[in-house]
């Protein structure tokens, strides 16, 4: 099941054609990105975002910003391409999958011989394997958590992990829409996710598309809903996981770990094997991005706020790895304690010992 591509290249790979995702629900608009200013502003401003997603548009948009300068002699093409990466880079800094793809698409420049077209053309290669990759990697996802659902169960949700966030089906709605085409019964609570409503606005989008049965709640019910009785299980993405387990994703997902536990209700997170960053050792180290706080005081253009109040507004927050209950990748489910600590070919993470491989 592929709901919406909400990432590509455009028809001649000059451009990344993104579905704009400030724009929804209420409009479906597609952008084409042709510079390198396009591309930082679109990630920058959240019309493309998600983990898996912004390391796509990362590693298109070197190759968008190199198009024009192929006469350059390598030695400038390569620091361009340098340049830009570390320009990218700094857009959004604690999603790890913008770095990694950037740098291997970096890698793959570096080695390459001949001119800078041929350079350029090596490059949107690796860009192209990037984005084929990682649908892949989201029906792996799909497939390895789909045996933790049950016909009839109701799955909490946050923030948006969906075909929107990747180049593919998701990462947390993977098994959701894996289950869909098996002829489970899965419904969907999704939190509304405050400030930006990446829950209300995205995910219900997507998954009204796709058929699936969604309810919208606001984030400070959540706990209502678990005593109640209305949620089996939580499943979220991921924006970094480090050595120890500790997980960096939207802000509102270490709340809603802690209501799962005193609640008794299993707590999953979803996300590919190159969004796990063993060189840091436990969630203190994850540098947490600080968005502008006008995202809180106002929703949209209309201001909520009193005048003159201030506001605080970190895009995320880190749950320990001991309110996680199993880690979904697309190398299969690795449970506590974890110990990601080896790095594989090309960057690629993986654990030293896991479960359910």
């Not at 910003?65 to 002699?73: C, E, G, I, S």
Request: net charge negative; proline share 6%; glycine share 8%.
């Amino acid at each position: 099941m592929q709901p919406i591509q909400a990432i590509r290249w455009d028809a001649d790979q000059r451009s990344v054609r993104i579905i704009d995702q400030r724009r929804l629900p209420g409009e479906f608009v597609e952008r084409d990105l042709a510079t390198l200013e396009d591309v930082r502003e679109a990630i920058r401003t959240l019309a493309v975002r998600g983990a898996p997603a912004l390391g796509i548009a990362g590693a298109m948009g070197v190759c968008v910003a190199l198009a024009p300068h192929v006469a350059l002699d390598r030695h400038a093409f390569l620091a361009m391409a340098r340049s830009a990466a570390t320009d990218l880079v700094a857009t959004r800094p604690t999603a790890v999958n913008l770095a990694w793809a950037v740098q291997r698409v970096l890698r793959t420049g570096a080695r390459t011989p001949g001119p800078p077209a041929s350079i350029l053309d090596a490059m949107r290669a690796e860009a192209s394997a990037i984005l084929a990759e990682d649908q892949v990697m989201c029906r792996r996802i799909g497939e390895a958590g789909v045996p933790l659902l049950r016909d009839g169960a109701s799955v909490l949700t946050h923030c948006n992990a969906g075909a929107l966030a990747t180049g593919g089906i998701g990462t947390a709605l993977a098994p959701i829409y894996v289950a869909a085409e098996h002829g489970l019964r899965v419904t969907v609570l999704a939190t509304e996710t405050r400030p930006l409503l990446q829950g209300s606005r995205l995910t219900a989008w997507e998954l009204g598309r796709a058929g699936i049965e969604t309810t919208i709640i606001t984030d400070s019910s959540a706990a209502a809903r678990m005593r109640a009785g209305d949620v089996d299980l939580c499943l979220v993405g991921a924006d970094r996981i480090v050595a120890n387990g500790d997980c960096a994703n939207k802000i509102g997902t270490y709340a809603l770990a802690v209501l799962a536990h005193h609640h008794g209700i299993p707590f999953y997170v979803a996300a590919p094997t190159s969004t796990i960053d063993p060189s840091l050792p436990a969630g203190e180290a994850i540098a947490i991005e600080e968005r502008d706080p006008g995202e809180v005081l106002s929703l949209g253009e209309v201001r909520v706020a009193a005048h003159g109040a201030r506001a605080r507004n970190p895009a995320f927050d880190v749950t320990p790895a001991e309110l996680i209950s199993a880690i979904i990748t697309d190398q299969g489910i690795f449970r506590p304690p974890y110990a990601f600590t080896v790095k594989g070919p090309e960057g690629h993470s993986f654990v030293a010992s896991a479960s359910d491989l």
